[in-house]
């Protein structure tokens, strides 16, 4: 059930008319209800997997809840009675229970999303291994779907039984919330991927309906949707005729599709979002927010403050700082100063941390090779950044140019750049024709494509470029006015009630008017639905 769909408008209708006019003690329950229906859309077996997923969650977080419980009894029993030794013998025996325990859930919840995700991208990396050494033996692959959502809510499964572990919060004792945290319907889609100490309080609290509460969410809704079908879906027919055809579209068209394919993954990652928190904010839940104007950063490390913002928390706080103060690479660390010498030593356990969590990071978006380079080559620019730091302050202290607008502009075009070519990689999906289409950047002298007519023929005509071009100046105008606080806030507080509906009704229309649907256009799944 798309967000674009009819379907889900008139589903989303129904519940929300449903859900403030049933008593308040049913407004949960009834958002579990609809998150299960509009996950049986979605395939009614993928079902298994999400239920599946609840359940071994619900009963691990109480077993580590039970045995932390059992601990506190019995050291407050007997204090003063046992001494330190035996105190701390004790607690370290229940903690490792506990740590058991876990390391079931994990491999439970983290064990579906591996099979699901990635069997046959291994069997396919077996196969070529077998024919390298010239076996005729040949494994077949397997015909699994993959469920919707399967890496967001296995994610934020995860991060709940890591919490309860980490004592940040008590288990939760009813297995229907914590059935609707898990599966709650707005970020089945593409996230944001929400903790259970912040999405908790607002999914579960009893709202009176309030027209203002609605208002903001809807205001939030048609945003999202301009954003997607005034400009992503637009966008998506020149990239899919670029990358469609590399043989035919090199050099200049190369550099164009790359920056294209730029705006429409921002323009549908961004509104998909927004739609989220929207519909989420209507029914009284406030989400996180994913995205901070990223294209306004003035560094790779900035820009992955500021983009997807849930997912590279999750795997700094998840992976990142428990592999670097795990046992393994605290040895390292002392291994590496003693041979190495403290200023390369230092370095060697945190980059070597980096290159784990980003080669996770791209496979987490994709069972391909492509996205785990993608992935390494975020991780090395980002190593490369931080050694030369030093340089740049240098530069910095003798040239202060750096609070400078043009080298502020400078830098962030700087970034745009290397992220979008970064980016190639998930546009043609093949490590070695993404590399040789970049060098033909450089190596096409076709720059007169640009005006002769033939961006005419990549499936778009002068309107639509004319509508993109708005589209985007928009996108643009609104992230420099709300780097001031949110847009919404400030239009409600500045303008006249009168004008305020004037606004959002004329984006209604324009959403109406120039939306990329009907004939000659396929209304497509949002991007992040694949991962």
């Not at 009907?518 to 992040?528: A, L």
Request: charged residues 20%.
């Amino acid at each position: 059930m798309s967000f674009t769909s009819y379907l889900f408008i008139g589903f989303l209708l129904i519940l929300l008319t449903a859900f403030y006019l049933l008593p308040k003690r049913c407004q949960w329950p009834l958002l579990l209800v609809g998150s299960y229906v509009f996950y049986y859309f979605a395939g009614k077996y993928c079902l298994l997997y999400i239920i599946a997923t609840t359940i071994a969650a619900y009963f691990i977080g109480r077993w580590m809840q039970w045995n932390r419980d059992r601990e506190q009894a019995y050291l407050h029993e007997n204090k003063g009675v046992i001494d330190k030794e035996t105190k701390k013998t004790y607690k370290a025996k229940m903690k490792s229970r506990r740590r058991a325990m876990l390391t079931l859930g994990l491999l439970f919840c983290l064990g579906i999303l591996a099979v699901v995700k990635y069997t046959n991208f291994t069997i396919s990396n077996i196969n070529v291994l077998l024919k390298a050494f010239s076996s005729e033996a040949h494994l077949s692959f397997l015909s699994i779907a993959m469920p919707l959502g399967l890496s967001f809510y296995t994610f934020q499964t995860v991060s709940y039984l890591i919490d309860v572990y980490r004592d940040k919060h008590p288990c939760e004792k009813n297995i229907a919330k914590l059935a609707l945290f898990v599966s709650f319907f707005p970020q089945l889609i593409q996230g944001p991927i929400s903790r259970y100490s912040d999405l908790g309080e607002s999914l579960f609290s009893r709202k009176a309906f309030s027209l203002s509460t609605v208002e903001r969410g809807l205001e939030r809704v048609l945003w999202g949707y301009f954003k997607k079908l005034v400009i992503a879906d637009r966008m998506l027919i020149a990239v899919k005729t670029l990358i469609g055809a590399p043989q035919t579209y090199t050099g200049v068209y190369v550099f164009l599709g790359m920056l294209f394919y730029a705006l429409e993954l921002y323009a549908d990652f961004t509104g998909g979002i927004d739609i989220t928190i929207g519909v989420a904010e209507m029914f009284g839940v406030k989400v996180k927010e994913n995205f901070i104007r990223p294209y306004f950063s003035k560094s790779i490390k900035e820009y992955w403050r500021r983009w997807h913002i849930t997912m590279g928390t999750w795997f700094t706080d998840y992976i990142f700082y428990p592999i670097s103060v795990s046992g393994p690479f605290l040895k390292l660390s002392k291994w590496s100063r003693n041979h190495l010498g403290e200023k390369i030593g230092k370095r060697v356990p945190v980059y070597l941390a980096t290159l784990v969590v980003w080669f996770a990071t791209g496979i987490w978006h994709g069972a391909s090779w492509n996205f785990i380079v993608w992935g390494l080559l975020n991780a090395v620019v980002i190593m490369i950044s931080q050694e030369l730091e030093p340089l740049y302050r240098k530069f910095h202290t003798r040239f202060p140019v750096d609070e400078k607008v043009p080298y502020k502009v400078f830098a962030v075009i700087r970034t745009v750049l290397l992220m979008s070519s970064l980016r190639m990689l998930d546009c043609y999906r093949d490590v070695p024709l993404t590399f040789k289409m970049f060098g033909t950047m450089f190596t096409t002298g076709n720059w007169g494509a640009l005006t002769d007519g033939s961006l005419l023929k990549l499936g778009i005509t002068l309107s639509d470029y004319i509508i993109l071009g708005v589209g985007t100046l928009i996108l643009f105008l609104v992230s420099m006015y709300g780097r001031k606080g949110s847009v919404r806030d400030r239009i409600r507080t500045k303008a006249p009630a009168a004008l305020r509906y004037a606004v959002f009704f004329m984006l209604f229309v324009i959403i109406l008017v120039f939306g990329a649907y009907g004939h000659g256009f396929d209304m497509s799944q949002f991007i992040y639905n694949q991962f």
